[in-house]
């Protein structure tokens, strides 16, 4: 049975990033010995090889709408070091796409509001905003960023109404979730998401991974319970979880992953990722990809290549389909029980 669901690509337009988070792996690719981080730049090439330009990038976005995408979202690294992130997100809105979102650290945010006295035709920012606390904050991203991020997100809420807030759940930080949901309200972000943390066993995986996942991951239903503390009035389903209201309107979602999706590949699939597939990636490479993860066995497409020998639609339609009609399954105690983890 086909699912409505309207699709979004994700879009790493930065290979890097301007903060230095502890939980950002990327795939451990380095310049000197700084690790980079680009957790969502899914490439297939080395950095060295360069990144496709823009105007590439157009070309591609027009055939994925063509094959029925409708929302994009700009990821990286950092996307908003890409200085042309305003044009994409303007040209995506030529091209038809009703969703237009942007990911960032929000360090730049402020700063842009200002010097162009407004934003692009964005529909949604969401900001990586882990915690209220200043100093667990700033601890978390590696440098003196919270007030910086604060003011961004209160300028920028001048000129755009949803901004949300991303928080990834952690076991140690459940006491705080009345306080943080209460400031993003009082601050400019019109609604949170709360993240369920995500494990990525591949033969990168460390011990301390393995064992801050197994000591901190929180399941929806343990969010819900906290959230119900705090007055809920509202809950439906979403694409990728729950939708809840408030007792005083605020909007949380949160991730459940119990809902995924799976490709016969994932069945024999090394890292059988807690994810699995749930839309489509570009990397700053060009690189096509639906695994959330650089190791898995989803195949993946030379979006460059295609493009030049008139393949790309022919490509992109059954992975656009795939999306739509794959059902649902309950894969997370198979992920639970494939890695040996118990939580
Ligand atoms: S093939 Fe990709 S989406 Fe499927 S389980 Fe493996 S990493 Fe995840």
């Given at each position: 049975m086909k699912r409505e669901f309207e699709r979004n690509v994700r879009i790493a337009?930065?290979?890097?990033?301007?903060m230095n988070c502890i939980y950002c792996v990327g795939d451990n690719r380095k310049i000197g010995n700084r690790r980079v981080a680009a957790m969502e730049d899914i490439r297939n090439t080395p950095l060295s090889c360069g990144c496709i330009s823009t105007a590439q990038l157009l070309e591609m976005l027009k055939i994925f709408y063509k094959v029925g995408f409708n929302g994009i979202s700009l990821t990286g690294g950092e996307p908003m070091i890409n200085d042309e992130w305003d044009y994409i997100i303007d040209s995506a809105a030529d091209i038809g796409f009703t969703r237009r979102e942007i990911t960032t650290n929000g360090l730049l945010l402020g700063k842009y509001c200002i010097a162009h006295k407004g934003l692009p035709k964005l529909t949604t920012i969401k900001v990586s905003f882990d915690t209220a606390d200043k100093d667990s904050f700033n601890t978390i991203t590696g440098g003196n960023n919270f007030d910086t991020v604060v003011n961004s997100v209160r300028i920028a809420s001048k000129y755009i109404e949803n901004i949300r807030a991303n928080r990834v759940m952690l076991k140690d930080k459940m006491d705080d979730l009345g306080d943080y949901l209460e400031f993003c309200s009082e601050n400019g972000f019109a609604s949170a998401n709360l993240m369920e943390l995500y494990a990525y066993p591949d033969e990168n995986w460390s011990v301390e991974e393995r064992n801050f996942f197994i000591s901190q991951y929180v399941p929806y239903q343990k969010t819900y319970e906290a959230l119900v503390e705090l007055g809920v009035i509202d809950e439906s389903r979403h694409r990728y979880g729950h939708s809840v209201q408030l007792h005083n309107g605020f909007k949380v979602l949160a991730t459940d992953s119990t809902y995924t999706i799976r490709d016969a590949e994932c069945k024999s699939c090394k890292v059988f990722c807690q994810q699995g597939k749930f839309t489509v990636r570009i990397a700053t490479d060009g690189t096509i990809t639906m695994c959330p993860n650089f190791n898995g066995n989803l195949y993946s497409i030379n979006g460059i290549e295609c493009l030049e020998n008139g393949t790309l639609e022919k490509k992109l339609q059954p992975m656009f389909e795939s999306l739509a009609y794959t059902p649902e399954e309950n894969a997370f105690q198979d992920f639970l029980d494939r890695h040996h983890i118990e939580v």
């Open positions: 337009i930065a290979p890097i990033c301007n």
